[in-house]
Every structure is written in structure tokens, then in C-alpha cells.
């Protein structure tokens, strides 16, 4: 029974390879840009649905700054139209927060 499949697909190759080939060669195309666009709308979902609907932004200011320069900056960013939340967190609460999360998820490689 397989040597007689066998055989056929021989013969059918032998006699229309041309037109065997192109078939072939659409099939994998098709197939390949189906997979494709899916694995691209499956990724982009879950890059969205990790991002959310907001973009965070971390400025780190140097130890030594002074009360009125962190001020400064704070209101310069304040004042941005697109800016709608502005939080400070000093150095030992977010070494606390990144402990914190290194305890859940595991270390930050």
C-alpha cells in the first residue's frame, strides 16, 4: 500500500514537477503568512495588554540634589500637558519596593 503511494508521488513528480513545485512552493507561502500574521497579532496583543493603555517614565535624580532642584523638576514635569501623574519615591522606599518584587518574581537577571 505505501510503495504504491510511493510510487505515484514518483511518477507525479517525474511527470509534472514544474507544476508540483509551484504548488508547493504557494502552499508554503500561504500557510506561512497565515502563521505568521497570527504569531505577530498574538505577540502585539500581549505587548499591549502588558503596556497597558500608559507609558511610565523613571527619571532618577542624583543623591546629592538639592530640595529646591528636586522641586524644580518636579513642577517642570508637573506642568507637561501630557504628564498626568507625577509620584516621587526616594532612594530606601524604592530599594524596599525592588526587594520586594525580586522576592515574587524572582532575581532581575
Avoid at 3 to 23: D, K, V
Avoid at 60 to 88: C, G, H, M, P, W
Wanted: with cysteine; aromatic share 8%.
Amino acid at each position: 500500500m505505501i510503495s504504491e503511494i510511493a510510487a505515484i508521488l514518483r511518477r507525479s513528480w517525474q511527470s509534472h514537477f514544474w507544476t508540483n513545485l509551484a504548488t508547493t512552493a504557494i502552499l508554503t507561502l500561504s500557510f506561512s503568512l497565515i502563521l505568521g500574521a497570527i504569531l505577530v497579532t498574538t505577540n502585539m496583543a500581549r505587548l499591549f495588554s502588558v503596556w497597558g493603555d500608559e507609558i511610565q517614565i523613571t527619571v532618577y535624580l542624583k543623591d546629592n540634589i538639592s530640595a529646591d532642584d528636586e522641586r524644580a523638576a518636579k513642577t517642570t514635569i508637573e506642568n507637561q500637558a501630557e504628564i498626568e501623574r507625577v509620584q516621587f519615591i526616594d532612594k530606601n522606599s524604592a530599594a524596599a519596593l525592588l526587594k520586594k518584587v525580586c522576592r515574587l518574581t524572582g532575581p532581575i537577571l
